[in-house]
C-alpha cells in the first residue's frame, strides 16, 4: 500500500536550518506530484511546497516559505526533501509529506515531523 513516511524534523532556534525528508513506498514514486503541508500549533493546514512529477522541474512555494525553503526530489531513491533554511518561530509546525493528484488535492498522507522553532 502507499506509505509515506516523513523524517528530520526537530527543535532549533530562529535562523537554523533543518532537512525534512520524506520516503515512500507502494507506487510509482516519479509518476506522482510530491508536496509538503504543514499544520502550526493550534491553526489549520497550510500548503508549503509542490514539486511537479517527474524532473521535478515545476516547483512553486507558498509565499510565507519562499527564498527560504528548498523542495526537490530523488526518484531513484523514492525520496521527497524539503531543506528549511532562516527558519522563523511561526514555522513551528508538524510538517506532512503528501501525494497531489491535483493541484492542491491530496490522497495520501504520511504521519508528520514535528518542527519546533524557538530561542
Known amino acids: 500500500q502507499v506509505q509515506l513516511v516523513e523524517s528530520g524534523g526537530g527543535s532549533v532556534r530562529p535562523g537554523g536550518s533543518l532537512r525534512l525528508s520524506c520516503t515512500a513506498s507502494g507506487f510509482t514514486f516519479g509518476s506522482y506530484g510530491l508536496a509538503w503541508v504543514r499544520r502550526p500549533p493550534g491553526k489549520e493546514f497550510e500548503w508549503v511546497s509542490t514539486?511537479?512529477?517527474?524532473?521535478?522541474?515545476?516547483?512553486v512555494f507558498n509565499a510565507s516559505v519562499r527564498g527560504r525553503f528548498t523542495i526537490s526530489r530523488d526518484n531513484a531513491r523514492n525520496t521527497l526533501y524539503l531543506e528549511m533554511n532562516s527558519l522563523k518561530p511561526e514555522d513551528t509546525a508538524v510538517y506532512y509529506c503528501?501525494?497531489?493528484?491535483?493541484?492542491?488535492?491530496?490522497?495520501?498522507w504520511g504521519q508528520g515531523t514535528q518542527v519546533y522553532v524557538s530561542s
Open positions: 514539486i511537479n512529477a517527474g524532473a521535478g522541474d515545476i516547483i
Open positions: 503528501v501525494r497531489e493528484v491535483n493541484w492542491l488535492t491530496f490522497d495520501y
